[in-house]
C-alpha cells in the first residue's frame, strides 16, 4: 500500500508539474498584455513599463516560471485582474461552494443512480427497466444548460416555488464563513432559517447537476449488474433460497462495485469543471463562475491557477478511487 | 439582412469609455426622441417583494463593478459615484450648468485663470480623516501624478503649485490659462472624485501604485455610501454612511445591492418576481414588455456615447478620399431600422448629437456604392484590397459583418479580428508599427463634459499620442489646430462655427471615423422607486442618495 501512494504520489507530482508547465506556456503564448491590462487602458507606455517590471514580466520566460513555480509552491497565484484580490484568497472563497455543489449532486447522483440501476438490471426486459433507460438516455441527451433555463422558468418564473439563483435570498446576511459550505456554516452559527435558505437555493442547481451523472451511474450499474446477475455465483446464492434482495444487494450490487466508484471519481472530477454553465445560469457565486469572469477578463493567473487547483482535485479525487479498489474487493492488490 | 442582439456589451468585456450600451434597447419610435422619456403608471401595485428588505434597492446590471479607485477608473463609473463625491455636480438631468456639491461656493478671478472653492465645513472622508483644503490639493494632485491615471483630465502641469491651500476650507486653482467653465469640469465622473490622501498614502506601493491597489476593491470617499463588499463579477453592496454631511431626513435605502446579471431575459424576471428593484439594460423585447407593464417605469434619454470604427490613418487609408469610401459603404438608415431595432440614435457625425454648438445637420455621407467605388479608385486602393478590422469580443461583431458585405460589393476584401479584451487593448492603445496594425478599429467613447473640446483632444488632435485614444494617428492641421482654438473656450457663435467646422472635417472631408450609432440610456424600475433621473454626461450610473420606496 505505501509503495502505491509512494509511486501515486511521484506520478501525480509529474502530473502537476506538466500541468504548471502547460499552463504557463499558453498564457504566454496567448495574445494580450496582463501588464496592459493591470496598469489601465490609458496607463502610457511608461506606465505599462512600470507594472511589467514590478511583475517581473520583462525577465527571461525560463526566470518568470521559475519565480511562478516558487510562488505557487508558497500558495502564491499572484493577483486577479478581476477581483483585484490575491487568487489564492479568491479560491479560498470561491471553491468551497463549488464543491458543496458538486458533492451534493455527485452523492444523489450515485445514491439514486444506483438504486435505479439495480432495479433496471433485476427487471430487465419489463416496462420498469424500459422507463429507467428512458430517464438514463433522457438524462444523458438533454443539455444541462437548458434544463437549467427550463427549471427556472418553471420552478423561480411559473410556480414561485423555488428562487431563481445565489446561495441564500437578496439581501440575507450569511454566516461566518468558516467552511465555505453555506449549509454547514448556517448549522455551525445555529442558524437554521438560513440553512433552509441554503437548501432551497440548492435544489435546482443541484438536480440539474446531478441528472446527467446520474443517467451514467444507472447505465453503469445496469450493465455490469446483468452481467454479475448471470454469473454462477449468484444462481448459487439463488438456489440456496436467499432472499432476493439480499441477493441483489449483498451479492450482486457489492461485485458491481468497481466500476460504479469509477464512474463516481470521474462524475465528481467531470462535474466540477462542468459547473461553470450552471453556476453562471444559477448566479452561484462559485469557482465555475469566477473562471468564466476570468476567462472573460483575459485574467491569466487566475486561469493558471484554477487549472491548477482543478487538476489536483481531478488527481486526488482518481487517487482516492484507486485507494477504495483494494478496501471494496479484497482481491485488488494496488502493489 | 442578419438581426443582431442588441444588448453587445457583455459584462466581462467592459472597454474604456465603455459602450454602455444600456442594453441599447427599447422602441423605434422611441429612439429618435430628442429628450428622454418617462413611462410611469403609479396606479398598478408593483411586484410582491417577498422577505426582501424593503429599504435595500437591489439594482441589476449587465456589467461588473470592479475598479473603485477614482484616479484609475476610466470605464464605469456606476460604483464611484455612492462612494465619492466631486467639488460641484451637474443640476439634475442639465449637462451646462451645476450645483454644490463638495463645495459649498467658488468664484472665479476676472480672466476665470484662477478658481477659489469654499468648502463644505464638517466633511470627513469615511476613514474618518477631514474633508479640507489640503485633503483636495492631495486628492487632485495623486489623480494627475498617478501614471496610469487621468491626468488629462484636469490641465494641471504641476499641481504641487497650481493648487493652493488659502485656509481649512479654502482651496485655490491656479490654472494659468483662462477656463471659463472650470466649475462645470469639475464635475464630471472621470478623474475628479476626492478619494481619501490619508487612505492612498497609507497603502501605496510606490510611484506607479500610489495606493491604487488599496482603494481599487477599499474605496474611501466622502459620499452618501460605503463599499460592505465587493465580488467583482458578481455583487456589489454598498451601505448608507451615517455620518454623511447630508443627513438621513428624506426618504431613502440604508443599503443598495448591485447585482451583474449578464442575461436580460433574467433580469426582466427578477424584476418581475420581485427580486429586484431596477435594471440598468435589457433587450428590446424585454424593454418593451415591461414598458407596457403598468407595474414598471421606464426612462428613456439619449446619451452623449458614440460608436464608431476608427480608421488608421498612417496604412493603407492614409487617403482621405479611400475613408470617404468606406464612409459611403455603410448604409446607417438600414441598420439603425433592421439591426439595432431602432433601439440607438443614426449619429449626425463624429460627436455626440446634441452636444453644445453642434448644428443639426447631418454630415454623415450617405450610402452610396457606385460613389465609394469612384473614391477608391481616386485613392489608388485596387480592387482586392485586404483590410483588417479588429475587435473584442461582443462588441462590434455584427457591425464588421455589416461592412464587410457591402465592402465586398465595392471590391474590398475585409478580415475581421475579434481579440480578447487585452489583446484589443494591447493593439488600440499600443505603439506597434502601422503593418502591425488594424486598418479599423471598433470603438465607442463619450466625453468627460459637454464640450467639443473634451471629446475631441485625445482622439484626434494630431498632438494626441495613440495610448490618449488617437487609436487611428490622426492628423490634419486644420483640425489640430481648430481643436486647440476651442481649447477652454465657451461656446459663443464664433466657436460654434469653428465646432461645426471641425464635425465637418473629421466626419465628412478628411473622415477619422465612420460613426456607427449614438447609444440610449433605459433604466427600468419598479413603479414604487421614487428619484430615477438619468443626465445624459453621467453615463450609467445612479445618484442612489435621491433613492427611495414610495407608496
Given amino acids: 500500500m505505501l509503495r502505491f501512494i509512494l509511486r501515486r504520489a511521484i506520478a501525480t507530482t509529474i502530473l502537476i508539474g506538466g500541468v504548471v508547465l502547460m499552463t504557463f506556456a499558453l498564457a504566454r503564448l496567448l495574445p494580450g498584455d496582463p501588464a496592459r491590462l493591470i496598469a489601465g487602458a490609458r496607463a502610457d507606455a511608461d506606465a505599462v513599463a512600470a507594472v511589467r517590471e514590478r511583475l517581473g ?55 439514486l443512480g444506483a438504486l435505479l440501476g439495480v432495479l433496471a438490471a433485476v427487471r430487465s426486459g419489463t416496462p420498469s427497466d424500459v422507463g429507467v433507460r428512458g430517464v438514463a438516455v433522457l438524462g444523458l441527451s438533454v ?193 | 439582412m442578419t438581426k443582431r442582439t442588441p444588448t453587445r456589451n457583455s459584462p466581462q468585456f467592459q472597454l474604456p469609455r465603455r459602450s454602455f450600451l444600456a442594453g441599447t434597447c427599447s422602441m423605434a419610435a422611441m429612439a429618435f426622441a430628442p429628450t428622454g422619456r ?30 473603485l479607485d477614482p484616479a484609475t477608473n476610466i470605464e464605469w463609473a456606476y460604483g464611484l459615484r455612492p462612494i465619492y463625491e466631486t467639488l460641484t455636480i451637474l443640476d439634475g438631468s442639465d449637462t451646462l450648468s451645476v450645483k454644490p456639491a463638495l463645495a459649498e461656493a ?57 493648487i493652493v491651500v488659502v485656509d481649512d476650507r479654502t482651496v485655490r486653482f491656479d490654472l494659468g490659462e483662462p477656463r471659463p467653465f472650470f466649475d462645470r469640469q469639475v464635475s464630471s465622473q472621470y478623474g475628479f472624485w476626492m478619494a481619501s490622501p490619508t487612505a492612498a498614502e497609507a497603502n501605496s506601493k510606490g510611484d506607479d501604485d500610489m495606493g491604487s491597489e488599496f482603494l481599487q476593491s477599499n474605496p474611501v470617499g466622502t459620499g452618501p455610501y460605503k463599499l460592505e463588499s465587493l465580488n467583482p463579477g458578481q455583487d456589489a453592496t454598498f451601505v448608507a454612511n451615517p455620518d454623511y454631511r447630508g443627513g438621513w ?10 447585482k451583474t446579471m449578464p442575461v436580460s431575459a433574467t433580469r426582466r424576471q427578477l424584476l418581475e418576481t420581485g427580486e429586484a428593484d431596477m435594471t440598468l439594460a435589457m433587450e428590446p423585447e424585454d424593454m418593451m414588455a415591461l414598458r407596457d407593464d403598468p ?14 470604427v476608427a480608421f488608421a490613418t498612417d496604412g493603407k487609408l492614409a487617403d482621405p478620399k479611400a475613408r470617404q469610401a468606406i464612409s459611403h459603404a455603410f448604409d446607417h438608415d438600414a441598420y439603425i431600422e433592421q439591426v439595432a431595432l431602432g433601439t440607438a440614435d443614426k449619429p ?53 459583418q455589416l461592412l464587410q458585405a457591402w465592402l465586398a460589393e465595392i471590391g474590398i476584401d475585409l478580415k475581421l479580428q475579434e481579440l480578447s479584451f487585452s489583446a484589443y487593448l494591447d493593439v488600440f492603445f499600443g505603439e506597434g508599427e502601422a503593418d502591425e496594425r488594424p486598418d479599423l478599429f471598433y470603438f465607442s467613447w463619450w466625453p468627460n463634459v459637454d464640450h467639443p473640446y473634451s471629446f475631441a483632444w485625445g482622439l484626434f488632435s494630431g498632438d494626441a499620442a495613440t495610448y490618449d485614444g488617437n487609436a487611428g494617428r490622426y492628423a490634419n492641421d486644420e483640425a489640430t489646430a481648430l481643436i486647440d482654438e476651442l481649447r477652454n473656450q465657451v461656446m459663443t457663435e464664433d466657436m460654434a462655427a469653428k465646432f461645426r467646422r471641425l464635425a465637418d472635417i473629421l466626419t465628412t472631408e478628411d473622415p477619422a471615423w465612420l460613426p456607427i450609432l449614438q447609444e440610449r440610456a433605459q433604466f427600468v424600475s419598479r413603479n414604487d422607486i421614487k428619484g430615477v433621473e438619468n443626465n445624459p454626461i453621467y453615463v450609467a450610473t445612479l445618484d442612489m442618495y435621491n433613492l427611495s420606496r414610495g407608496n
Fill in chain 1, 143 to 335: 443539455p444541462d444548460f437548458w434544463l437549467a433555463l427550463v427549471f427556472q422558468l418553471l420552478f423561480f418564473a411559473t410556480l414561485g416555488l423555488l428562487p431563481f439563483g445565489g446561495r441564500l435570498g437578496t439581501g440575507v446576511t450569511p454566516p461566518d464563513f468558516v467552511t465555505g459550505f453555506m449549509t454547514l456554516d448556517s448549522l455551525l452559527a445555529g442558524r437554521f432559517d438560513l440553512l433552509v435558505d441554503a437548501l432551497k437555493h440548492m435544489i435546482l442547481p443541484v438536480t440539474v447537476l446531478a441528472i446527467p451523472s446520474m443517467a451514467i451511474t444507472i447505465r453503469v450499474v445496469r450493465t455490469t449488474m446483468l452481467e454479475v446477475l448471470s454469473q454462477d455465483f449468484i444462481r448459487t446464492a439463488r438456489s440456496k433460497g436467499i432472499r432476493p434482495v439480499r441477493v441483489y444487494l449483498r451479492h450482486a450490487l457489492r461485485n458491481a462495485l468497481l466500476p460504479i466508484v469509477t464512474i463516481f471519481g470521474l462524475n465528481t472530477g467531470l462535474l466540477i469543471s462542468g459547473a461553470v454553465f450552471i453556476e453562471l445560469i444559477f448566479d452561484w457565486p462559485g469557482l465555475g463562475r469566477y473562471t468564466a469572469n476570468a476567462i472573460a477578463s483575459s485574467d491569466y493567473n487566475a486561469i493558471m491557477a484554477i487549472t491548477l487547483v482543478v487538476s489536483i482535485a481531478y488527481t486526488l479525487i482518481n487517487f482516492l478511487v484507486d485507494l477504495s479498489y483494494s478496501l471494496l474487493d479484497p482481491r485488488v492488490k494496488l502493489s
Fill in chain 2, 348 to 400: 449626425t457625425s463624429v460627436f455626440p448629437a446634441q452636444m453644445q454648438g453642434l448644428d443639426g445637420k447631418d454630415r454623415l455621407l450617405p450610402f452610396d456604392l457606385d460613389r465609394a467605388r469612384a473614391l477608391l479608385e481616386e485613392a489608388g486602393i485596387a480592387e482586392g484590397t485586404e483590410l483588417t478590422m479588429a475587435y473584442y469580443a461582443g462588441f462590434g461583431d455584427i457591425e464588421g
Fill in chain 1, 57 to 111: 514580466l520583462d525577465d527571461p520566460v525560463g526566470m518568470q516560471f521559475l519565480t511562478y513555480v516558487s510562488n505557487v509552491m508558497e500558495g502564491d497565484f499572484g493577483r486577479s485582474v478581476v477581483t483585484r484580490r490575491p487568487i489564492s484568497e479568491d479560491i479560498v472563497t470561491f471553491f468551497p461552494a463549488t464543491l458543496e455543489l458538486v458533492l451534493l449532486a455527485a452523492c444523489i447522483s450515485l445514491v
Fill in chain 2, 106 to 162: 467658488w468664484e472665479a478671478n476676472e480672466d476665470n485663470t484662477s478658481w477659489t472653492f469654499t468648502l463644505v465645513d464638517g466633511v470627513t472622508f469615511h476613514d474618518g480623516t477631514p474633508f479640507n483644503a489640503e485633503a483636495v490639493k492631495k486628492a487632485v494632485t495623486r489623480m494627475v501624478l498617478h501614471p496610469a491615471g487621468l491626468a488629462g483630465t484636469w490641465q494641471l502641469d504641476d499641481p504641487e503649485t497650481q
Fill in chain 2, 295 to 308: 407595474r414598471f417605469n421606464m426612462i428613456d434619454a439619449p446619451t452623449f456615447t458614440v460608436q464608431y
Fill in chain 2, 249 to 258: 431626513e428624506h426618504p431613502h435605502f440604508n443599503r443598495v445591492i448591485t
Fill in chain 2, 38 to 67: 418617462v413611462w410611469a403608471d403609479t396606479a398598478a401595485t408593483a411586484p410582491d417583494i417577498g422577505a426582501r428588505d424593503p429599504n435595500t434597492l437591489v439594482v441589476l446590471v449587465d456589467a461588473t463593478v470592479e475598479n
